[in-house]
């Protein structure tokens, strides 16, 4: 970190860091805005106290766990309440008869011999003031006896925790808790006291009683703490940015310290997001009934898949909450996220992101850059050629597109050797057609340069145009999408716009790209293909990879190919995510629905999946052994006269016939969930989701209300 409260690129990436030396035409990342306005003061500091002190105990991946209450693994047998209290009275009542009994003397004396036996002869006598104690002990030990017995048989005990003071002090809270001593108070930051600088603990814990600290200024100077605590900076030059601008100290880029707005729960301290609740049904696991569901870095490392029909809930529900979350991160200096969907998507005002790229909108301030910010051509032609033809590639989960990356990589090389640059769209597209004035001007100009081995290239190029099996026109017919008048100040590669690249990456950025999904949705596609091939891409080679990267796809209908699959199963190891969305599963080929589901460790089934979604959804959450119960009910048949009578009685007063029921119990291995549940059983509003962290700790399949 700089004197100035800067910091050098291989910091937390929680403040502004210099960016190398690029092409102009290809900005890392864009230029900073001006200062964002600076937060108004809460009325007292206890809100964000109150966050900061809750306490959050360890749960199973995906409980919410800002003031969780663990629960057992097994549900305890609990009674209902009216069969607990009608037990308790009837207990007493039996009670109450039973010493009546015995003090009237209905039962006989045979209980007072053992008092007879212990009381001397001489005791006996009238008025005797021993005689009087002993047999008035006596006789309430045996009425504790009884009332212990009763007491047992009725569950008193449980009624007293169920209805009593025990359950009054369970739901009184107090208004004012006491406040935990300074050394394990996280508002007086122990661990900057312990390690020597007091003074900026003591300016953060005043700002933070203040009212002027929220939960972005605490996890963005925790996430700086870290840097200081791994040796990337000095704790000088730390303590001195926060001993002059206190909770606003390393800052992000974009000046910012919260959003706009909030429409979901987090809580950055753990680094969740609260998504519903899982419902109280008997398919729960018992610990995981009533509990928040949240999902994390720790859980979207591993990727999401969400399937749903239109109207489900998955960019309301999905998307928007986890795309919220990510910007706050972002801003705390632990993420980068990108977040692509259709124009009016809804996926969080312009405000919220650092770089809005509206394709086809004439309006944008940002463009794409087409080829990822590389300055490889085989590279480059690897990434646009998925993007191209990634679709048609043979589905199954070993093919690739290796001929038109070689196609590409024949004309990219040439054109960037001779021009210092990539073609643009239309420069592109003459190049596939096999027009001959631009391949002329690229010989032309490789003969001069001396380029033998690229004129070699350029040569094969042109000797294939003439194969039936050549997959120029292909490419060429896929390019012609994008040169468009809607597009046509896109894509430009000559250093006239301002293209963004997901290079960028390695800084915490918030980027959020409009499809042009309406009247170009075959651009849009490709493009989506692009984004997905540029993202894994790049954080498989970023330098700091303590940044969680997460994609977040709003529609990935024709984005999954088998390279884009393989793409995925790369992000884990490389500290990244994607998080892709698709209305059924028949938007996917075939061949690639079983390697997608296997390739994503959190896979989300919304309620309105049909029955052939739901089977491959099935399948992958495999089997579990459960108890069955058989019931069989057995008609009694009366031997004697009265045992007739009395059946006949029985028969007239409940309308049924005597029967007497057998149960077997086995234990059988059955689905988690059936196709036909999935696509019947789960409510609207309600999902059904599988959860795997980056540990490989799992949850199983749990019916969430994503309404609650």
Known sequence: MDSD????????????????????????????????????????????????????????????????????????????????????????????????????????????????????????????????????????????????????????????????????????RPANPRPPAPEEDPAEWPALRAAGAADAAARLATEARQGLMRDVDHARITRAWQGVRNGRHSLATFTSAVLREGSAACPHPSGARDLPGRQARHDLLTGQ?????????????????????????????????????????????????????LCLHALAGRAAVVVVGAAGAGLGPADAYDVVVRIGDPESLYDLDLYGGTTDPDEAAAILAEALVGDLADPHPGSDSRRSTTVLAQLLGPYRAVHGRFPSVPELRALLDGAPGPLAGLRAGLTDSGQDLLLRELDARERQMGHPGDVGGVLADRIALLDRPAFAGFFDTSGQSRPFSLKALDHPVRVRIDLPARGHADASRMLARLVLAQFTASVSVREDRSLFACLILDDATGVVTPEGVRGIQRLRSAHAGAVLTLRTLDDVPRPLRGPLLGATGCRVALSGLTPWDGQDFAEVWGKEWTEARDVTDRQIIAETPAGKAVHALRRVITGKAPTARAVTVRQVERERWSASELAHAVPPGHAVLSLTDVKGEHAPPLLVDLRG
């Open 5 to 172: 409260g800067t910091r050098d690129a291989r910091g937390t990436h929680a403040d502004p860091v210099p960016r190398p030396a690029r092409p102009p035409e290809m900005p890392a990342m864009p230029p900073r805005p001006p200062a964002a306005p600076p937060v108004p003061p809460l009325p007292d500091g206890s809100a964000f106290l109150t966050w900061l002190r809750t306490p959050r105990p360890e749960a199973a991946p995906g409980v919410w766990r800002f003031g969780h209450r663990p629960r057992p693994d097994e549900e305890p047998e609990r009674v209902p309440g009216r069969q607990l209290v009608s037990g308790a009275v009837i207990a007493f009542l039996v009670g109450w008869l039973i010493w009546s009994l015995l003090w009237n003397g209905y039962l006989g004396g045979w209980w007072l011999l053992p008092l007879y036996a212990m009381i001397p002869d001489s005791w006996a006598e009238p008025h005797s003031f021993a005689a009087v104690v002993v047999v008035y002990a006596y006789y309430v030990i045996v009425g504790l006896i009884i009332l212990v017995g009763v007491g047992r048989l009725g569950r008193w005990s449980e009624v007293w925790r169920r209805y009593g003071p025990p359950a009054w002090r369970r739901s009184a």
């Open 273 to 325: 997001v609260r998504l519903g609740t899982t419902a109280d049904d008997p398919r729960n696991p018992y610990a995981y009934r009533g509990t928040g569901l949240a999902l994390g870095p720790e859980l979207l490392g591993t990727s999401l898949l969400a399937v749903g029909p239109a109207g489900s809930g998955k960019t309301g529900t999905l998307v928007r909450p986890l795309a919220e979350s």
